[in-house]
């Protein structure tokens, strides 16, 4: 096995960890209230996958089959 020498050390920024108030960019919409987001199939029942994200972050995935 080959010894892996002279590994770049990432920069400071990649470092960097994120708070919520710094990756708005990188959200958009998503990190201010409540917020649902249907996916664009339908899964073998016909139904739509809805995710349900708030503060930005991701919490519950739900199936709504009322309009397909």
């Known amino acids: 096995m080959k010894k892996l020498n002279g590994m770049k050390s990432f920069s400071s920024l990649e470092n960097k ?5 710094n990756s708005n960019a990188v959200l958009g919409s998503l990190a201010g209230g ?10 073998e029942n016909g139904c739509q996958d809805v995710d349900y994200y708030h503060g930005g972050k991701w919490r519950a995935r739900f199936y709504d089959c009322s309009g397909c």
């Open 17 to 21: 960890k994120l708070d919520l108030d």
């Open 34 to 43: 409540p917020q649902y987001i249907r996916s664009n199939f339908l899964d």
